[in-house]
């Protein structure tokens, strides 16, 4: 029994002791936002003492069980336990802990801790902006804060994007955001690649606005790029993509053979001859003709090749990145190329004094495309969808087809010339250097001095040869534009932190100048004898143009204060107060001054909700302020003297004179005032797994700068006046929530959600309406208005009731129609159809809008699908409008043209008179839904990068404009042909075609 007992003692013993062999476990442990290595983890075997830190490169080495457990903990990330199950050798990523990490926010002129925050200021998630295979920043912000309306206006490969932030306060004070890039004010937000980026902030409201005065009357977005860290290894980071670009929608256009069936049977109704026999027709229909747009439209691809090499010293940190993007757009003869080099560096040249230079060089070519025009230097777009479909692209002799011949509109020409003829070659430079130093004068007391130079310099050469009309070398024309923009910025900050016990301070004061200077020069010939040097010798052509060349310049001055300052991190209070000196305004009234207050209350900070489990966060704020807004050009309040005027001193030859402008001068003219008031609401609950953020705003914009027409006795038309109020209101929302959330699978769903309504409260005084102009096509005039009462973007015309019929004949007589004619509603009912019956039909700004961001991550797989939707806005179809033209339209619409026995249709007949009035008939909704974005990506395990030599590496492919739904019948509900402008925002006149585009990139870090 004894023997049996010591047996078994010895095995245990034995198993115990097997239990716990020791062995080395190496490993090393980066972030898991950027692969960078985490010096100082601490690592701890799990219920003993034995433990160690890693080292400068994120390594580390410990002795422990081989069945034990390590423990690694991190300030500001989650902790980790992890099995070592005899591994030797560990690759560990940290995650950051954001609900233990008190954020700090760049606010504009410093930072301040997110609970502090009072005003309306979003922070923009980079990461998922990085992950969104685009190479410019204002594309990727989509969708991704509530109350910031981002809008491609067309989609060719240098396309502009407006930003809306809070609706349209001004009508001819601009309603673009102030973009800060890195505190360089007025720059371009197109020139950042995503993945240069630090941080985004968005500053909505009044209070976060006001610190920039005169600048901030539309919002602010602040970006700070990546400038490195202390004391890390130098990191490469290498990111590609490829992508092809499909036109997502063509125009319903008829085909060769219906067009000549549809041609022959309106002039047979019009008792004209026909154009085309019967066997041209079956020609047609056995595929003679062209299909213009899949003439002109091709598949367009996109390369991206994106570097970064970044790391520090003890005393240094440094980020140098370098971008090259090609787009050969989905038109033939439209292409962008852009170079771009972003080296950043930070200096401690000792432990009071920081030196850092930001600085940018961007290099571009763009061969864009004519969207707007008409004619022998037009749209190719346009003249796809109106040149007739019967005609080949060239001639049997090589020459390109000619509008007329009895088909056809002779006002445009064939697509195809258009597109690949001209040559467009537009050359963009562009240089930041912005060098700063820091100076620790005292406890909680920092100096810094800025001083930024811009440089934008850009040259446009145009060249048409004869070969869109088949003329001669008279018809050889050129053109060149140079233009130069300088701007100069200094800013001096003084900061003063400290604190009396539960009172906390922050004292900010600020005196900033800044200088724009610009010039342009336009010259021009035609009638070359050759076409071999285009526009490289002007001098070549037979007739020099009139040249034409401008200077300006225009000044700020501003100085700026601002309090910030909690109580024991319950109670805020944020005032500020900037005055700002304009060059551009009148002598009495070029400064003026900007205040702003905003109070908070962190209630989750309370006794009684300081133990909640239910709430992790709970704040209320409330703010007014004042900004500005100076975006005109130099020198409007002054009287002006313009060339143009023709005069004679020999009663012969012709001279280029001076004459008197015909706007009057105006002593008085002064800032756009813009108030608005507040009230935000911030809560998270249930360990951040539902996260609400709330606000209410209105804001009224008053002294707008509008045109006032003056008497003609007064000498001149018009004078450039305050007078008028714009008021825009709404509610914004943002819902994150976090439904799923373990070790292998995370779900994040974020739905933002914006409704803004905009009115015009007054105009000048004693008017209530104002004319605006045509909705770009003669016949046209006065569609778009400002009225008193109604929101900005307003377009007015007749109210459309379909088409006189056969048993109408008597009533449409009356009117002096007859049946088939476009029918009018007499709004009046005075028996006729006029002036008096125009009524306001399109409103170009939505209702509201509204986008869905899921993020799916399992393992080492991601899934991230954007969808965007805007309701409610209205778009004036001009393509359609031409498109259905009774003698020479091309749309498929028309196969259902009133007859006598077709009469349940709204399409007007071959006889039809008045059927391109200005009317709701051509008024479109505009509301869609998008799947914007589908990126799946895949991330390499740890132990795959570390075999390929890498850090980590992830590929992904992507789908973007895949599902459009919307009833808008042209190329794209998102267009806007007026390049940005809010007035004319509802007008479509054929833009470049948005995209699906398909593509495949891939992530590695080195």
């Known amino acids: 029994m004894m023997y049996r007992l010591i047996i078994c003692l010895s095995l245990l013993l034995s198993t115990i002791s097997i239990a716990s062999a020791q062995q080395i476990v190496n490993g090393s442990i980066v972030s898991k936002s950027d692969a960078q290595p985490l010096p100082g983890v601490s690592i701890v075997v799990k219920g003993t003492n034995n433990g160690t830190t890693t080292d400068f490169d994120g390594n580390f080495s410990i002795n422990a069980p081989s069945d034990g457990v390590l423990v690694f903990s991190y300030i500001g990330f989650l902790s980790q336990e992890v099995n070592i199950n005899g591994e030797s050798n560990l690759q560990i990523s940290m995650e950051e802990d954001v609900a233990k990490l008190d954020e700090v926010v760049v606010v504009g002129y410093g930072t301040q801790k997110k609970s502090d925050i009072t005003g ?77 980026i630090k941080s985004m902030e968005v500053l909505k409201d009044a209070s976060a606005t006001a610190i920039y005065g005169s600048r901030g009357a539309s919002g602010v977005i602040l970006i700070t790029t990546k400038t490195g860290a202390k004391e890390r290894k130098p990191t490469l980071t290498y990111n590609t993509y490829v992508t092809i670009h499909e036109v997502r929608q063509k125009l319903d256009l008829l085909s060769p053979g219906e067009y000549a069936r549809y041609i022959n049977e309106n002039r047979l109704t019009r008792s004209l001859p026909t154009v085309f026999s019967d066997e041209e027709i079956a020609g047609f229909d056995a595929g003679g003709g062209t299909d213009w747009q899949d003439a002109i439209f091709r598949t367009g691809t996109t390369y991206n090749h994106h570097v970064n090499i970044s790391g520090g010293t003890e005393n240094t940190a440094y980020s140098i990145s370098g971008d090259f993007l090609q787009t050969d757009g989905i038109v033939l003869g439209s292409q962008f190329k852009r170079f771009s080099v972003r080296p950043n560096i930070s200096i401690d040249l000792n432990e009071n004094l920081k030196f850092t230079l930001n600085s940018f060089i961007n290099l571009s070519k763009d061969n864009p495309i004519i969207l707007d025009a008409r004619g022998p230097e037009g749209s190719p777009m346009f003249a796809a969808a109106r040149f007739s479909p019967t005609k080949s692209i060239f001639n049997e002799d090589g020459t390109y087809t000619q509008p007329g011949g009895g088909a056809g509109p002779n006002d445009e020409f064939n697509p195809v010339a258009l597109a690949v003829e001209p040559i467009r070659d537009n050359y963009s430079n562009r240089l930041i250097l912005n060098p700063s130093v820091q100076y620790q004068l005292a406890k909680g007391l920092t100096a810094t001095i800025t001083g930024s130079y811009q440089l934008i310099d850009d040259e446009e050469n145009f060249y048409l040869n004869e070969r869109v009309i088949n003329g001669d070398e008279d018809d050889r024309t050129a053109s060149i534009a140079n233009s130069k923009f300088t701007t100069f910025q200094n800013t001096n900050l003084l900061t003063y932190e400290f604190d009396l016990g539960k009172h906390e301070f922050k004292l900010t004061g600020l005196y900033e100048q800044q200088k724009i200077k610009s010039n342009s020069n336009f010259s021009s010939a035609r009638g070359f004898l050759t076409n071999a040097v285009t526009y490289n010798d002007l001098s070549l052509g037979s007739t020099p143009g009139i040249p034409f060349s401008f200077r300006e310049e225009q000044s700020l001055e501003s100085f700026m204060g601002r309090l910030n300052y909690a109580f024991d991190g319950k109670y805020l ?264 019956d125009i009524v306001n039909i399109a409103n170009a700004l939505p209702d509201f809008t509204y986008s869905i961001n899921n993020t799916f991550k399992y393992k080492n797989l991601d899934l991230n699908v954007l969808i965007i939707g805007v309701q409610g806005n209205d778009l004036y179809n001009i393509a359609r409008l031409r498109t259905e033209e009774r003698d020479n339209g091309t749309a498929r619409s028309l196969l259902n043209v009133w007859t006598p026995q077709n009469e349940d249709t709204d399409v007007p007949g071959h006889n039809a008179l008045g059927n391109l009035r200005n009317s709701d008939r051509w008024v479109e909704d505009g509301s869609y839904l998008r799947i914007k974005n589908i990126i799946l990506g895949y991330n390499f395990p740890q132990k795959v990068a570390n075999a390929i030599g890498v850090s980590s590496a992830r590929i992904y492919a992507s789908g973007t404009n895949l599902f459009t739904f919307t009833d808008y019948s042209g190329f794209d509900p998102e267009s806007n042909s007026s390049g940005g402008s809010d007035t004319f925002a509802g007008i479509d006149l054929a833009s470049f075609p948005s995209q699906k585009r398909y593509t495949l990139g891939l992530d590695i870090k080195f």
Do not use: C
């Open 120 to 196: 309306a200021v979003a922070s923009v998630k980079v990461d998922e902006l990085q992950s969104i295979p685009l190479a410019r920043a204002d594309e990727v912000l989509q969708g991704q804060v509530a109350g910031v309306q981002v809008n491609n206006n067309d989609a060719s490969p240098n396309a502009s994007v407006s930003i809306r932030i809070r609706g349209v306060s001004s009508i001819n004070g601009g309603s673009d955001p102030l973009i800060i890039i890195d505190g360089v004010q007025g720059a371009n937000m197109g020139d950042v690649h995503p993945n240069d």
């Open 573 to 836: 209070l944020t005032i500020t107060g900037r005055s700002d000196a304009a060059s551009v305004f009148a002598e009495n009234n070029k400064r003026a001054f900007f205040p702003s207050v905003a109070v908070g209350w962190n209630i989750s900070k309370e006794n009684f909700l300081a133990d909640s489990k239910t709430i992790d966060n709970l704040k209320l704020k409330a703010s007014y302020g004042e900004v500005g807004n100076a975006a005109i050009g130099p020198y409007q309040s002054l009287a002006q003297l313009v060339t143009g005027s023709n005069f004679s001193f020999d009663g012969d030859r012709l001279n280029n004179g001076i004459n008197l402008s015909t706007q009057a001068p105006n002593p008085d003219l002064k800032w756009e005032t813009t108030e608005q008031w507040n009230l935000g609401l911030e809560l998270s609950m249930f360990n951040n797994r539902v996260a609400l953020t709330a606000d209410y705003y209105q804001k009224n914009t008053t002294d707008l700068l509008l045109q006032r027409a003056l008497l003609q006795a007064s000498g001149f038309q018009t004078q450039l006046v305050n007078a008028g109020e714009v008021e825009n209101k709404g509610i914004e929302l943002l819902l994150n929530v976090s439904p799923v959330r373990n070790d292998n699978f995370q779900w994040n769903s974020t739905l933002v959600f914006t409704k803004n309504e905009n009115e015009v409260l007054s105009l000048n005084s004693g008017e209530t309406e104002i004319p605006l102009g045509g909705a770009g096509l003669p016949g046209l005039s006065d569609s778009v208005w400002l009225q008193v009462g109604e929101p900005i973007g307003l377009i007015r015309g007749f109210e459309y009731d379909g088409v006189w019929k056969s048993d109408e004949a008597i009533l449409a007589a009356a009117y002096g129609v007859a049946p088939g004619s476009p029918k009018y509603v007499d709004q009046n009912n005075d028996g006729q159809i006029n002036d008096q």
